[in-house]
């Protein structure tokens, strides 16, 4: 079964710039989709951004413009970088995958990202 593990999490302090890491391991399969989802305290899970194997990104409205999501095929994983981070942007984030369009979504722990002066 196959295993994510975020890194790159942190406090930094508005218009700042961090970068997440995700590595899956456990399955020599590659996944099809990979991306990022976050929650902050008493809200709902929203997505940030994905990217398929094909290169396909769909992103939140929030994010556009300033995070950017890329992956390594062939390492199964996933980075996303952000930069012009708003306090808004404070949040547990959640790395995913999947195998198929159609398949269960796996999940990372979650790294804490901290956006404050």
């Known amino acids: 079964q196959v295993q994510l593990v975020e890194s790159g999490g942190g406090l930094v302090q508005p218009g700042g710039s961090l970068r997440l890491s995700c590595a899956a391991s456990?399955?020599?399969?590659?996944?099809?989709?990979m991306g990022w989802f976050r929650q902050a305290p008493g809200k709902q899970r929203e997505l940030v951004a994905t990217?398929?194997?094909?290169?396909?990104?769909n992103s939140g409205d929030s994010v556009k413009g300033r995070f950017i999501i890329s992956r390594e095929n062939g390492k199964n994983t996933v980075y996303l970088q952000m930069d012009n981070l708003k306090p808004e942007d404070t949040a547990a984030y959640f790395c995913?995958?999947?195998?198929?369009?159609?398949?269960?979504?796996?999940w990372g722990q979650g790294t804490q990202v901290t956006v404050s002066s």
């Open positions: 995913t995958g999947k195998y198929a369009v159609i398949g269960r979504n796996y």
């Open positions: 456990g399955s020599s399969a590659s996944l099809y989709l």
């Open positions: 990217i398929t194997s094909g290169g396909v990104v």
